[in-house]
């Protein structure tokens, strides 16, 4: 069975600190796809990164980067010099499969706060 | 990009009623739409997988009849709540993927909350 654990479920930092969201993934399939959302308040989830389980290169974009350890089946997520804005729900969530009729497998979110 | 809207986004209603809540994909088709439930402080919950033409596939646990799901077009999935409860009371979630594309073309929509006095 897929299973996503964000064992962190809230985080606050202070703006300018960097802070990394653990994620970690259960999956029997070779072939997977991981992904990262943000939830700000007004509830909208906002896609941030997608990632195959064949490409194990880490990824940078401005301050967000992202840590895919097949080993450890993990796929965390850093934001260095955080901003207030930053505060909101992350998501890490898996899929399986590409077939257009397969939904994301969710974990239970982080919510990160940021203050000033 | 492509984009998926919701309406309505807020509603309120008395337990007894039924609401419909329209999930619709603006500028592509979507063979396949998925409604998720996100309770306050909680994760997305997938509650069914519509397929437009064809029946619903429900989680376990999701009551079909309760919760109906109509995905009469390309474009138009409907969820609606029937009997709410303030049980039902809850975020709703719809999504949509392109035809042919890869997975993580999946898009969602800016949600329904849905208040059951």
């Known amino acids: 069975a897929q299973k996503v654990t964000q064992a962190q479920t809230e985080i606050s930092v202070v703006e300018k600190e960097d802070v990394t969201l653990d994620c970690v993934y259960e999956t029997r399939d070779t072939t997977y796809y991981l992904f990262w959302y943000k939830q700000p308040p007004s509830g909208e989830l906002v896609f941030l990164i997608r990632?195959?389980?064949?490409?194990?290169q880490n990824e940078i974009s401005g301050r967000y980067s992202w840590n895919f350890q097949k080993s450890t089946s993990s796929f965390n997520f850093t934001i260095t010099a955080s901003q207030v804005v930053d505060s909101a729900v992350y998501f890490c969530?898996?899929?399986?499969?590409?077939?257009?009729?397969?939904?994301?497998?969710f974990g239970k979110g982080t919510t990160l706060s940021v203050s000033s | 990009g492509a984009v998926v809207s919701q309406h309505p986004s807020r509603v309120i209603c008395k337990s007894g009623t039924s609401v419909k809540i329209e999930c619709r994909s603006l500028d592509f088709q979507a063979t396949t739409m998925f409604w998720y439930r996100q309770f306050p402080k909680q994760s997305l919950m997938l509650m069914a997988t519509s397929n437009e033409g064809s029946k619903a596939t429900y989680e376990q646990g999701v009551e079909k009849d309760k919760f109906l799901i109509n995905h009469a077009s390309l474009t138009l999935s409907t969820l609606t709540v029937t009997s709410a409860h303030p049980e039902d009371s809850s975020f709703y979630i719809c999504?949509?993927?392109?035809?042919?594309?890869?997975?993580?073309?999946?898009?969602f929509g800016p949600g329904t909350r849905l208040t059951v006095t």
């Open positions: 990632r195959n389980s064949f490409d194990e």
């Open positions: 969530a898996l899929s399986e499969t590409n077939q257009a009729g397969t939904a994301l497998i």
């Open positions: 999504s949509a993927r392109l035809q042919g594309y890869q997975v993580g073309e999946q898009y």
